[in-house]
Each structure stands twice: as C-alpha cells, then as structure tokens.
C-alpha cells in the first residue's frame, strides 16, 4: 500500500510540475488567466510525461 500511495505522490508533483512548466514555456495559458478551458498541448506534454514514469515506475 505504502508503495502506491508514493506512486500516487510523484504522479501528482510530476503532473503539476508539467503545468507549471508548460505555463513558463508559454504553451499553456490557465482558464483562469482568460485561456481556454482544454489545453491540447497541456494534454499531450501530460499523457508523455506520465507515459514514461508509468514504463519506469508501473503501478501495482
């Protein structure tokens, strides 16, 4: 169990970090700050970024 929930904390800062990072890099803009509500680019860095610590750290 302790083992999935550090999985669950990484996957949660790796996730915030990318919108961080992709907010600085300026591919993302936040609904809040007048963007759109569905980031494509948010999506895609994302779905990569958690692809590859999912094939390094799988889950279970």
């Known amino acids: 169990m302790h ?3 550090a ?3 990484v996957a949660g800062l790796l ?6 990072a992709m907010q ?3 591919y993302y803009t936040s609904h809040r700050e007048g963007g759109p509500r569905w980031s494509w680019p948010l999506f895609i860095a994302i779905f990569a970024v958690m692809t ?3 094939l390094l750290w799988p889950y279970g």
């Open 3 to 5: 083992l999935d929930l």
């Open 15 to 20: 996730i915030v970090a990318t919108i961080i």
């Open 52 to 54: 590859v610590f999912n």
């Open 24 to 26: 600085r890099l300026g």
């Open 7 to 9: 999985h669950a904390l």
